[in-house]
């Protein structure tokens, strides 16, 4: 889940959800008027003409009933990764020395020193969590890849891969469970899209989309993504996204500047083109985004990570966590607020009893102590709002990111009729060693 520079406090994405709240209202309108309608009917009125509709053309292709519960009951029989590993030791991420500078006199190989080996020891139990967390990913991964194809909707890929990966995280509160909602943006739209109830969208043949999802054990989360295509002529974008990845996750380590970690991935993006349909494009680095650092229950801690040069010199630190996660476009190379709204946080500085103090709806109170029981700092979607059973939640959820409790998180586009691609990993600058935590053999 990218964190966007100079975000703000996205009032427009807010008040973007008025046309939601209208059509929440119009849909029970709606309703009610079938009810009364329903009413009206003659008792000779034929079944048939009472149950006929016109078909959608742009719906997509139904997942029969029985089909879906034999999916949902194929992965309830699957053995969480807890129990996968009952000793807890489970697997460990890619392991990277850190290199020993030539001209350092004073340089220590943190891989043999005793010191820096008996500090890693002590942080054992974060590490075994995230472990559980990274390796819970990768089997929801390698499971998603072995099935999502286009035809398919939106929101089945997203509720299919959701409930993979609870079970397999075995979801328990907030002890462990998804960090965030899938993100699966679609061709110009980079970041921050999963839909909500009613989207119809359907996956195209020749359609880029960025699989973007998160776990957690304890708070300590893995973030981590990839991108999907169909069509093999936006494989040179892919792959120039995934090498500039993978070039940043090398860059990183202990006092390294983190415009120095920039300036190496755009210098790779930017190595690389693309030809569509005739015409050449360059690829860039959308300079808005950036991968971050990550605390307990925190998915942006505060430091960003750029992916193009300049920009902040502060330098990485030991057991630092960092998502190092790229995106390239053949577009401008910068994303603006875009679409309706589906993804929300709770501001993490937020105090829930002040917050309480000043909503006036209790409504809005209701969904607060909603969110606040069920996700806490961690973002949220408005699926998983009804998948709680709250329902005509939207003028309360307004309300919430009006007064600044909740921060909206809108759809992050750039241009029209570009594509975008997405690649990230989550690692830890341990004090004897850099694990790159998600790393897998898929990527």
Same mark, same amino acid.
């Given at each position: 889940m990218p964190s966007k520079k100079n975000k703000g406090k996205a009032t427009a994405a807010a008040n973007d959800d008025i046309d939601a709240i209208l059509a929440e209202l119009d849909a029970d309108e709606k309703k009610a008027n079938n009810k009364q309608s329903s009413k009206k009917k003659g008792k000779g009125q034929s079944t048939a003409d009472a149950n006929a509709s016109t078909p959608n053309e742009n719906s997509p292709p139904e997942v029969k009933s029985d089909e879906k519960e034999e999916i949902f009951k194929a992965i309830a029989a699957l053995k969480p990764i807890d129990e996968q590993f009952p000793d807890r030791n489970y697997p460990l991420g890619e392991i990277c020395e850190y290199p020993v500078d030539k001209d350092d006199t004073n340089a220590i190989n943190r891989m043999t020193n005793a010191e820096k080996k008996q500090l890693d020891t002590s942080f054992e139990d974060d590490y075994r969590d995230v472990r559980r967390a990274a390796e819970s990913h990768r089997q929801t991964r390698k499971y998603v890849k072995s099935w999502i194809k286009p035809g398919m909707s939106m929101i089945d890929i997203c509720e299919r891969l959701e409930a993979h990966s609870r079970k397999m995280?075995?979801?328990?509160?907030?002890?462990?469970? *998804?960090?965030?909602?899938?993100?699966?943006?679609?061709?110009?739209?980079?970041?921050? !899209?999963? &839909?909500?109830?009613?989207?119809?969208?359907?996956?195209?043949?020749?359609?880029?989309?960025?699989?973007?999802?998160?776990v957690h054990v304890n708070g300590r989360i893995v973030?981590?993504?990839?991108?999907?295509?169909?069509?093999?002529?936006? @494989?040179?974008?892919?792959?120039?996204?995934? %090498?500039?990845?993978?070039?940043?996750?090398?860059?990183?380590?202990? @006092?390294?500047? +983190?415009?120095?970690?920039?300036?190496?991935?755009?210098?790779?993006?930017?190595?690389?083109?693309? %030809?569509?349909?005739?015409?050449? =494009? &360059?690829?860039?680095?959308?300079?808005?985004?950036?991968?971050?650092?990550?605390?307990? !229950?925190?998915?942006?801690?505060?430091?960003?990570? &750029?992916?193009?040069?300049?920009?902040?010199?502060?330098?990485?630190?030991?057991?630092?966590? =960092?998502?190092?996660?790229?995106?390239?476009s053949t577009g401008k190379g910068h994303v603006h607020d875009d679409m309706e709204v589906s993804h929300y946080m709770l501001n993490f500085d937020a105090d829930i009893q002040r917050a309480n103090g000043i909503l006036r709806v209790a409504r809005s109170k209701q969904l607060l102590h909603t969110i606040n029981?069920?996700?806490?700092?961690?973002?949220?979607?408005?699926?998983? +709002?009804?998948?709680?059973?709250?329902?005509? !939640?939207?003028?309360?959820?307004?309300? *919430?990111?009006?007064?600044?409790?909740?921060?909206?998180y809108p759809p992050l586009s750039d241009v029209k009729g570009c594509y975008t691609a997405q690649w990230e990993h989550t690692l830890v600058l341990r004090p004897t060693c850099k694990e790159v935590l998600s790393r897998g053999d898929d990527y």
């Open positions: 995280i075995n979801e328990q509160g907030l002890k462990a469970g *998804l960090a965030f909602p899938t993100g699966c943006s679609l061709n110009h739209c980079a970041a921050h !899209y999963t &839909p909500n109830a009613g989207d119809k969208t359907i996956l195209g043949e020749h359609d880029v989309c960025k699989i973007d999802f998160g973030d981590c993504a990839f991108t999907v295509n169909f069509d093999h002529k936006f @494989d040179p974008l892919v792959n120039a996204v995934k %090498e500039a990845t993978n070039a940043g996750i090398k860059a990183a380590g202990i @006092d390294v500047r +983190l415009c120095d970690v920039g300036e190496i991935i755009e210098e790779v993006m930017t190595s690389h083109e693309i %030809e569509l349909d005739g015409k050449t =494009y &360059p690829i860039k680095s959308i300079r808005n985004l950036s991968g971050h650092s990550i605390e307990r !229950y925190r998915i942006h801690a505060g430091k960003s990570v &750029p992916i193009v040069k300049g920009g902040d010199q502060t330098k990485m630190e030991e057991n630092e966590f =960092y998502a190092i996660e790229t995106f390239g029981n069920n996700f806490g700092t961690l973002a949220f979607c408005r699926r998983w +709002l009804d998948r709680l059973g709250e329902t005509k !939640y939207l003028m309360a959820l307004k309300d *919430l990111c009006d007064k600044g409790i909740v921060e909206p």
